[in-house]
């Protein structure tokens, strides 16, 4: 009888553990680590609709489904993540970590093909010990990373492959590989650190810890969270980095996607300190980072190194989508929606104008202002033979051809999330539709319709299969740019209630209720380098429309490593414009939004397609000219003044879209004072 009583307690307290770690739907952290405020969803349950489905096609025609065949000397089956002896880095691991969920997301039979060796490979290299992936290191030959096959950096990479994978699938083999590799590191680590191959995974180790984190909560094994603490030991101390403004402010201070990866860190190690100061320290980094070296596309000055804001500087698009992918995670742990508007940010702007729209070509380094593409030396911390800024294949360094596939599926994939209320959060907005499980496990299918970022309005269908009515919290975002939005159910208007960001209708929702979100979006003005103006509405930055011719060239035999073509832009309309200083007191009256019609499906991403544009004004400045081969040193809006040359100079009429549709543009302008 006492037997029978202990079972029964045992089996009610793993009961309740269950309960309060899977958030009764989904898995929520379990205790000891801090509860996620918001809950991600299995891999697929999100599905792009609109123009983000068009984007994701435009990745699976080009260079994301077919970079086996564009890159056969190191995606194909030499690699040695399929057991060759070619590359043994971090580019194959790169590249299946964004074809992985885009394939899952379009349930494209194809695609998901293609990652299945990679899958089956890693599995069956596990070594008795729990090691796993490539072995041997090879001498060096010409575009292939060949050595450091051992290295802990590219593992981090793999593991957020398989922990995709599982969500996609619940294979049980990725648990059983990955309890075995997290002993090998807990066995291994104390004698050779993260340092130890090289020091890419002192300061990547976030990824790593993540990945930790979620297997403590599917299987509860204590070793995990000793781990845990081990990696974070060994971390490059992104905490102290973050807060010290003497060491932040400093040039060449650290990579650019080191920080983009890192900067999670304290963030990640909150879930098991539950120090809010781990928190804060992020916070109070990015508002350093935005001071010193931050750009209004919510990105930075780093090419390679932290190189300032001058709006000539660089930034890598590995950068771009290392920082979404933190943002996501970091938006998921805290629910502070700050990390939601960041995310947009570069999601909107960044990454349509980095990335060419075949999805084949792009840029190692972006420019804010940018009014020539050449191959010719620029001011940046590195040059790769002049090519960095060339719309290429392989231009610059090749790390960006493999690592670009992540940035829009983990945004698609982090549209939406579940709640630890048995509820549903849209935290950020894109076109798209979800299928979840909602109050007393229930599905449900939740439409979004919009044109957002383009236009205000986003409207929500829910549709039940086999119920009328089901109660459930629905939670919705409401960007810190957006001073008075509007809620409706089924045209009747609700009242707005918004607490940190964040507006909950928590009611029985019936089967066809449609909720229609509006979010004002303003013509606001903001400051950046040497006092200039940058424009902005909702999300989306506006720069000038500058024409350019487009050329493309071959690269010679000696150059081949940075592919067989590129493409460069001569500008063929003026570009060094400024505001005067009347205009930018008097936004409403001076900057006028136009909006044209184009189909929700196309692609919107291109000057002739800009669904919006702005109007203003802007005065010519004879003295504002090329310098280097780029917009020549940028005149501080606190002296451009009071001559009467400015003074004479006409005003013209200008056109700004959306800095997402432009190649050549300038979109941090000099102000000019009365």
């Not at 050779?192 to 180790?205: Q, T």
């Not at 102290?240 to 060491?247: G, K, M, S, V, W």
């Not at 996607?257 to 539950?274: D, E, M, R």
């Not at 929700?600 to 397609?609: E, F």
């Amino acid at each position: 009888m006492m037997r029978g009583w202990k079972i029964f307690l045992l089996l009610g307290a793993f009961l309740s553990c269950v309960y309060n770690t899977m958030g009764q739907n989904y898995m929520n952290n379990r205790p000891p680590l801090v509860p996620k405020k918001y809950i991600e969803l299995p891999l697929g349950s999100i599905k792009a609709r609109g123009w983000l489905e068009e984007m994701l096609i435009r990745q699976k025609n080009g260079a994301t489904g077919k970079l086996d065949e564009l890159y056969p000397s190191v995606m194909g089956p030499r690699n040695g993540w399929l057991g060759g002896d070619g590359d043994q880095w971090e580019r194959g691991p790169y590249w299946i970590d964004g074809l992985l969920p885009l394939a899952y997301i379009l349930d494209s039979k194809e695609l998901i093909a293609k990652t299945q060796p990679w899958i089956e490979w890693a599995i069956k290299s596990q070594q008795p010990n729990g090691y796993f992936g490539p072995l041997t290191d090879y001498g060096p030959e010409p575009g292939l990373q060949r050595d450091r096959a051992q290295d802990w950096w590219p593992k981090m990479v793999m593991l957020k492959v398989l922990q995709q994978y599982y969500s996609a699938t619940n294979d049980k083999r990725i648990i059983d590989l990955l309890l075995k590799y997290f002993r090998y590191q807990l066995n291994t680590l104390p004698q050779k650190p993260l340092g130890h191959w090289s020091f890419w995974a002192e300061y990547r180790a976030a990824d790593n810890l993540n990945v930790v984190y979620w297997l403590y909560n599917i299987t509860g094994e204590k070793f995990l969270l000793e781990l845990g603490d081990l990696i974070h030991k060994q971390t490059f101390d992104f905490k102290t980095y973050l807060t010290t403004e003497a060491i932040i402010s400093r040039f060449n201070n650290m990579h650019g996607v080191n920080l983009a990866q890192g900067l999670k860190s304290p963030i990640i190690y909150y879930q098991k300190s539950g120090d809010i100061s781990d928190v804060q320290s992020v916070k109070t980094g990015l508002q350093l980072l935005k001071h010193y070296h931050g750009f209004p596309t919510g990105m930075y000055g780093a090419d390679e190194m932290m190189h300032g804001a001058n709006p000539t500087q660089g930034s890598e698009l590995c950068s771009a989508v290392e920082l979404m992918y933190s943002l996501e995670n970091m938006l998921a742990i805290t629910g502070d929606v700050d990390f939601a508007d960041h995310l947009e940010r570069i999601a909107f702007n960044v990454l349509p104008s980095q990335i060419d729209e075949h999805f084949i070509n792009r840029q190692y380094f972006q420019q804010i202002n940018q009014v020539k593409i050449s191959r010719d030396i620029r001011n940046f911390d590195i040059n790769h033979a002049e090519t960095d800024v060339l719309y290429g294949f392989l231009t610059g360094f090749p790390c960006c051809t493999s690592n670009m596939h992540q940035g829009w599926p983990k945004f698609t994939q982090h549209l939406w999330f579940a709640t630890s209320d048995n509820g549903v959060a849209a935290l950020v907005y894109a076109p798209s539709v979800v299928n979840l499980k909602v109050g007393p496990g229930i599905p449900v299918t939740i439409r979004e319709e919009t044109f957002y970022p383009f236009d205000e309005t986003i409207q929500f269908t829910i549709q039940f299969e086999k119920h009328a009515a089901v109660r459930f919290p629905f939670y919705f975002r409401i960007p810190k740019w957006c001073s008075s939005p509007k809620i409706s159910i089924n045209g009747h208007s609700q009242a707005v209630d918004v607490k940190d960001g964040i507006i909950i209708l928590d009611k029985e929702w019936r089967n066809g209720d449609v909720v229609e979100l509006q979010l004002s979006m303003e013509v606001t003005l903001s400051r950046w380098y040497e006092q200039s103006v940058a424009v902005e509405r909702g999300p989306l930055v506006y720069a000038l429309k500058v024409d350019g011719k487009k050329e493309e060239h071959r690269f010679s035999d000696k150059d081949s490593k940075f592919g067989t073509t590129y493409v460069t832009y001569e500008p063929t309309t003026p570009w060094n414009f400024g505001f005067t200083e009347n205009a930018v007191r008097n936004v409403k009256e001076h900057f006028k939004v136009v909006k044209q019609h184009i189909s929700k499906d196309a692609y919107p991403w291109r000057a002739q397609n800009a669904p919006i544009h702005i109007e203003t004004v802007g005065r010519q400045l004879p003295f504002w000219t090329m310098y280097n081969n780029m917009a020549g040193p940028q005149p501080n809006g606190n002296t451009v003044s009071g001559s009467s040359l400015l003074r004479e100079l006409p005003e013209h009429k200008i056109v700004l879209i959306p800095f997402g549709c432009t190649i050549l543009r300038v979109a941090e302008f000099p102000v000019i004072r009365n």
